[in-house]
């Protein structure tokens, strides 16, 4: 039987814990994130609803990993005239934002565009982003985000 040394012992220990947190966030990412492989109706008089400060709210539809490996994550929001869901940010994930009614100001990395009902906005990775309500109405907007997200790689405006 061969004895370690304090060298060897504190490489062992260290490639264990490293081997454990692996494993750790694999584990939670894959029970975290469900798996998408089923083809589902989601009613929208069935999502659930959660309000917000600004007088808005959203809908939650749905969360997990599509057969082919992509992160998929889709919500629908409502934003009274002149309110911002958030400020203008960037994360890794890339969005696509589609207007249901009413009028939206994209501000795509300092340009600012007008969006109205059925009008498509491509947020890319890491590109700094946000919308406002500016019509007279509140806007309906549905939102898909493709891609995994660090919260590192967030940051805000």
């Given at each position: ?41 989601y009613p929208f ?92 109405t509140p806007a ?18």
């Amino acid at each position: 039987m061969t004895t370690m040394n304090r060298r060897e012992m504190l490489l062992a220990v260290s490639a264990m814990a490293a081997i454990s947190a692996i494993s750790a966030e694999a584990q939670t990412k894959s029970t975290a994130e469900t798996a998408l492989s089923h083809s589902t109706v989601y009613p929208f008089d069935k999502l659930p609803i959660k309000h917000s400060a600004n007088g808005g709210a959203s809908r939650a539809v749905l969360r997990g990993v599509l057969p082919t490996g992509e992160s998929i994550e889709m919500h629908e929001t409502t934003l009274p005239p002149g309110q911002m869901p958030h400020p203008p940010h960037r994360h890794l994930h890339s969005e696509l934002m589609m207007v249901r009614t009413g009028t939206l100001e994209i501000n795509n990395d300092g340009k600012l565009e007008s969006m109205g009902p059925g009008g498509v906005f491509l947020a890319a990775s890491n590109v700094m982003h946000g919308i406002k309500c500016v019509g007279d109405t509140p806007a309906n907007y549905f939102v898909i985000a493709i891609g995994v997200e660090s919260p590192s790689q967030t940051s805000a405006k």
